[in-house]
Nanobody, 125 residues
């Protein structure tokens, strides 16, 4: 298993920005496809973004394209989610996830093997 710890969540105003970080344990971080998901109260956990092992490929949910950017620093075992132009509908608990076996930036939650505890993002209007 891989231990994942998210940080950087908080309360921001609509139109503001926030950067989330996810720190991973182990020495094989560069071998994992990494993803971000989010879950609002009473809703399913939804895909947000994913990044390939070396960071050369990314994918995004339509709802965040043009506003969010996923990146990674393999030397620091960390993946980031830069969130700009935040909207109240972005309010959710954001989770970091690792796909230890995959090669694609999959949006499917069941393809991911390990999950962080989540960090709350609240966007006020």
């Amino acid at each position: 298993q891989v231990q994942l710890v998210e940080s950087g969540g908080g309360l921001v105003q609509a139109g503001g920005s926030l950067r989330l970080s996810c720190a991973a344990s182990g020495r094989t971080f560069s071998g994992y496809v990494m993803g971000w998901f989010r879950q609002a109260p009473g809703k399913e956990r939804d895909f947000v973004a994913a990044i390939s092992r070396r960071g050369g490929s990314t994918s995004y949910a339509d709802s965040v394209k043009g506003r969010f950017t996923i990146s990674r620093d393999n030397a620091k075992n960390t993946v980031y989610l830069q969130m700009n132009s935040l909207k109240p509908e972005d309010t959710a608990v954001y989770y970091c996830a690792a796909d230890r076996e995959g090669w694609n930036t999959t949006p499917l939650s069941y393809e991911y093997d390990d999950w962080g505890q989540g960090t709350q993002v609240t966007v006020s209007s």
